[in-house]
């Protein structure tokens, strides 16, 4: 794409804009096809709304979509004015110079293209062209109206003014506007929805004030369109119809409800078994022990399914032993294979890896370690898998039965943000730019299908990159913050804006991976936080548990963690929930209140499921500002009752925290225990 398209304003005057080039036909009964200067739009009508798409396919692109549209009968009107398409709920008025459309849903205007004017034309933004860089579209944008989704972004959950790349990328944190899960989906409070099928990269702006700040300008870069507008009455149906189009999560089992336990990383089994069995004798609840990648793997050779043979000669008495103590046990890995490793001859020779277009060869991917820093020791040239080969794809998933076998739980499956480069060319014939989004859906989907299959206790999966579809392979951790409090906070907007863009299930790293300062406060303030998030992970680099930040913290910690698996009956009724709405069990309160516009603005605070308001506390001192929608709720800290539709500010001890429970509603809790396989049958109900 071109650098100077999205860094300043693009010459509208030079872009040609779509106009009708030959009167507009029914090329079935259910499609219709409006020649342009740059070929056919085909126009078509389901119960997920409007489609445009240059194909007169359904371009089943690489899985994403998992519900089948199913096509209207179309009537097709035409005048000297306009052209009007009508089929079940929608109508459909196109406009010649330039081609432009109302879309209206049982007679109400539901979007349009942009109406951003111009002394000398009625459109000043082209509303369909292509360029150089691919599919321009734009569309409009009430005067006050917020746009929200568009995957995990750590900045404002309203993108509104904001310029958003649906673009993965090892982010390296959680401080721009750099993510590492994308997917081009956005929707308004008012009710319409956009959601571009494609694998590239999608540029918006979004009310972007540079281009305009009365109009969403989305750049597909692509040579091809396919995009969705539908309209819905509540932010929830817009979320559900999202994921019947894209896929619902599947319902996670319940031990990754408990805690998991992390760093980078346990040096060897000596200090694995020391920490396993530190958090027994100290009555810790937890279910899950990593491994991360340094802590099983040579990096010098990975990845290639293989024990470090000087650490791990013989792993099954370290799992067993493990496994007594009552633990489920994640390890590590990433899409790639080292060319010191004998698995990198065989791949290429196989044709398992991603190809470089000069050479024909296997690509050698060559690591920049420069933004690193210390943080990763140097790390070999790999080549990369090729998820597209069905007999790459078959090799990895079968590649990861001995572990399955062995007694290992769950995968934490890193990277796959590495296909940048136009000379990387897969098996399908895509480049690595076109590829680059959708790799992380297979790779995600590849090491879940392995889960499926070989896992004894239930499939579950940790991704860090994601893509359109990646919400069907749960779940997704938000990847390496700053440890400190922003780091904090962007990582809850990271969680929301991900919630709020069809991907339910998220974790993220408690008291932050990088830059450890050893802040116990924060680190009591970000595992309290995360009680409320679908799961909790303990991890950064250096030691996350709880003592290991001091007595004061350690009480406060475990104290959270108590709760935590008190409330896991509660959470896995909104887990389930999630699976069958689409709908996050962290709802932003633009989500869970979209009639209350003052509710939208506090972005920090959240919905976990239907009944629990939560506040967390982001800044030192234990202050804690807030808004309560509409009723009466009850403190879960001190059974105080709040009058809703008020803003409140408190100061918090350490130990306590803001969480509200609407009144009338009662929360199931089970008992204390230790870990998920102990009898969790007995509830209580809070407010009793």
């Given at each position: 794409?071109?650098?100077?398209?999205?860094v300043?304003?693009?010459d509208?005057?030079?872009?040609?804009p779509?106009?009708?080039?030959?009167?507009?036909?029914?090329?079935?009964?259910?499609r219709?096809?409006?020649p342009?200067?740059?070929?056919?739009?085909y126009?078509?009508?389901?119960?997920?709304?409007?489609?445009?798409q240059?194909?007169?396919d359904?371009?089943?692109?690489y899985?994403?979509l998992?519900?089948?549209?199913?096509?209207?009968?179309l009537q097709l009107?035409?005048t000297?004015?306009?052209?009007t398409?009508?089929?079940?709920?929608?109508?459909?008025?196109l406009?010649?110079?330039p081609?432009?459309?109302?879309?209206?849903?049982?007679?109400?205007?539901?979007?349009?293209?942009a109406?951003?004017?111009h002394?000398?034309?009625?459109?000043?933004?082209p509303?369909?062209?292509k360029?150089?860089?691919?599919?321009l579209?734009?569309?409009?944008?009430?005067?006050?109206?917020g746009?929200?989704?568009?995957?995990?972004k750590w900045?404002?959950l309203d993108?509104r003014?904001q310029?958003?790349?649906?673009?993965?990328?090892?982010?390296?944190?959680?401080?721009?506007e750099?993510?590492?899960?994308?997917?081009?989906?956005?929707w308004?409070?008012?009710g319409?929805?956009?959601?571009?099928?494609?694998?590239?990269?999608v540029?918006?702006?979004?009310?972007?004030a540079?281009?305009?700040?009365?109009?969403?300008?989305?750049?597909?870069?692509?040579?091809?369109?396919?995009?969705?507008?539908?309209?819905?009455?509540?932010?929830a149906?817009?979320?559900?119809?999202?994921?019947?189009?894209?896929?619902?999560?599947?319902?996670p089992?319940?031990?990754s409800?408990?805690v998991?336990?992390?760093?980078?990383?346990?040096?060897d089994?000596?200090?694995?078994?020391?920490?396993?069995?530190?958090?027994?004798?100290?009555n810790?609840?937890?279910?899950?022990?990593?491994?991360?990648g340094?802590?099983?793997?040579?990096?010098?050779?990975?990845?290639?399914?293989?024990?470090?043979?000087t650490r791990?000669?013989?792993?099954?008495?370290?799992?067993?032993?493990?496994?007594?103590?009552?633990?489920?046990?994640?390890v590590?890995?990433?899409?790639m294979?080292?060319?010191?490793?004998?698995?990198?001859?065989?791949?290429?020779?196989?044709?398992?890896?991603?190809?470089?277009?000069?050479?024909?060869e296997a690509y050698?991917?060559?690591?920049?370690l420069?933004?690193?820093?210390?943080?990763?020791?140097?790390?070999p040239?790999s080549?990369?898998?090729d998820?597209?080969?069905?007999?790459a794809?078959?090799?990895?998933?079968?590649?990861?039965?001995?572990?399955?076998?062995?007694?290992?739980?769950?995968?934490?499956?890193d990277?796959?943000?590495?296909?940048e480069?136009?000379?990387?060319?897969?098996?399908?014939?895509?480049?690595?730019?076109?590829?680059?989004?959708?790799?992380?859906?297979?790779?995600?989907?590849?090491?879940?299908e392995?889960?499926?299959?070989y896992?004894?206790t239930?499939?579950?999966?940790?991704s860090r990159s994601?893509?359109?579809?990646?919400?069907?392979?749960?779940s997704?951790?938000?990847g390496?913050?700053?440890?400190?409090?922003?780091?904090?906070?962007?990582?809850?907007?990271?969680?929301l804006s991900?919630?709020?863009?069809?991907g339910?299930?998220?974790?993220?790293?408690i008291g932050?991976?990088y830059?450890?300062t050893?802040?116990?406060?924060?680190?009591?303030r970000?595992a309290?936080?995360s009680?409320?998030?679908a799961?909790?992970?303990?991890?950064?680099?250096?030691?996350?548990?709880?003592?290991?930040?001091?007595?004061d913290?350690?009480?406060?910690?475990?104290?959270?963690l108590?709760?935590?698996y008190?409330?896991?009956?509660?959470?896995?009724e909104t887990?389930?929930?999630?699976?069958?709405?689409?709908l996050?069990?962290?709802?932003?309160?633009?989500?869970?209140f979209?009639?209350d516009?003052?509710?939208?603005?506090?972005?920090?605070?959240?919905?976990?499921?239907d009944?629990l308001?939560?506040v967390?506390?982001?800044?030192?001192g234990?202050?804690?500002?807030?808004?309560?929608?509409?009723?009466?709720?009850?403190?879960?800290h001190?059974?105080?009752?709040?009058?809703?539709?008020?803003y409140?500010?408190?100061?918090l001890?350490?130990e306590d925290m803001?969480?509200?429970?609407?009144?009338?509603?009662?929360?199931?809790?089970?008992?204390?225990?230790?870990?998920?396989d102990?009898?969790?049958?007995?509830?209580?109900?809070?407010?009793?």
């Amino acid at each position: 794409m071109s650098e100077n398209f999205c860094v300043n304003e693009p010459d509208w005057n030079a872009i040609e804009p779509a106009d009708i080039s030959a009167p507009a036909f029914l090329e079935a009964p259910e499609r219709v096809a409006v020649p342009t200067q740059f070929g056919p739009l085909y126009f078509s009508i389901s119960q997920f709304g409007l489609r445009i798409q240059t194909t007169n396919d359904e371009q089943a692109v690489y899985g994403m979509l998992s519900g089948t549209p199913v096509n209207e009968a179309l009537q097709l009107t035409t005048t000297d004015e306009n052209i009007t398409v009508t089929g079940g709920d929608y109508r459909l008025e196109l406009f010649s110079a330039p081609l432009h459309f109302k879309l209206y849903k049982q007679g109400t205007l539901v979007q349009q293209s942009a109406t951003d004017g111009h002394f000398v034309r009625q459109h000043r933004l082209p509303p369909f062209a292509k360029t150089a860089d691919g599919w321009l579209i734009c569309l409009e944008l009430g005067y006050d109206e917020g746009v929200y989704g568009l995957g995990e972004k750590w900045g404002k959950l309203d993108k509104r003014g904001q310029l958003i790349r649906s673009f993965n990328h090892d982010a390296l944190g959680v401080n721009a506007e750099k993510s590492y899960k994308n997917t081009p989906y956005a929707w308004s409070p008012e009710g319409w929805n956009l959601f571009v099928h494609t694998p590239a990269p999608v540029t918006h702006g979004v009310g972007y004030a540079l281009w305009s700040q009365r109009a969403y300008v989305c750049l597909v870069e692509d040579s091809e369109l396919d995009v969705f507008i539908y309209h819905c009455e509540s932010p929830a149906q817009s979320v559900r119809t999202y994921s019947e189009l894209t896929g619902f999560a599947p319902t996670p089992p319940t031990w990754s409800l408990g805690v998991i336990l992390s760093k980078a990383y346990y040096k060897d089994a000596e200090e694995l078994l020391a920490v396993a069995r530190e958090v027994r004798d100290k009555n810790m609840p937890c279910d899950v022990i990593t491994l991360d990648g340094r802590a099983w793997q040579d990096t010098d050779t990975r990845f290639a399914f293989e024990w470090d043979p000087t650490r791990y000669a013989d792993p099954k008495p370290v799992i067993d032993q493990l496994k007594e103590l009552g633990f489920k046990i994640c390890v590590w890995e990433y899409p790639m294979i080292s060319v010191k490793n004998p698995l990198f001859k065989r791949a290429a020779e196989n044709g398992w890896l991603i190809k470089d277009k000069r050479t024909g060869e296997a690509y050698r991917y060559e690591w920049d370690l420069s933004p690193f820093g210390e943080v990763l020791t140097p790390l070999p040239d790999s080549g990369i898998l090729d998820f597209t080969n069905p007999d790459a794809f078959a090799f990895w998933r079968e590649s990861h039965k001995p572990l399955f076998d062995l007694g290992i739980d769950m995968i934490k499956a890193d990277f796959g943000e590495q296909l940048e480069d136009d000379n990387m060319l897969s098996y399908s014939g895509d480049s690595g730019i076109r590829l680059h989004n959708v790799y992380s859906m297979l790779y995600n989907r590849c090491v879940y299908e392995a889960a499926e299959k070989y896992c004894k206790t239930g499939p579950f999966l940790f991704s860090r990159s994601a893509w359109t579809g990646s919400q069907r392979y749960p779940s997704q951790w938000g990847g390496d913050p700053q440890a400190d409090w922003q780091g904090l906070a962007a990582s809850i907007r990271g969680s929301l804006s991900w919630g709020m863009s069809g991907g339910p299930f998220f974790a993220t790293d408690i008291g932050g991976f990088y830059k450890d300062t050893r802040d116990a406060e924060l680190y009591v303030r970000w595992a309290q936080a995360s009680v409320f998030s679908a799961h909790m992970r303990l991890h950064g680099i250096g030691p996350r548990e709880p003592w290991s930040y001091g007595d004061d913290a350690a009480k406060a910690v475990f104290a959270a963690l108590k709760l935590r698996y008190q409330l896991i009956p509660y959470l896995k009724e909104t887990a389930k929930q999630a699976s069958q709405t689409g709908l996050p069990v962290q709802r932003a309160m633009a989500l869970a209140f979209p009639g209350d516009p003052l509710a939208r603005q506090f972005e920090q605070q959240f919905m976990c499921g239907d009944d629990l308001l939560v506040v967390p506390c982001v800044v030192p001192g234990g202050k804690v500002k807030f808004y309560l929608p509409e009723g009466q709720w009850t403190s879960m800290h001190s059974n105080e009752e709040y009058q809703g539709q008020q803003y409140y500010e408190e100061t918090l001890a350490l130990e306590d925290m803001a969480v509200f429970i609407r009144k009338g509603k009662q929360i199931p809790l089970g008992p204390e225990v230790m870990h998920t396989d102990m009898d969790m049958s007995s509830l209580t109900y809070w407010p009793k």
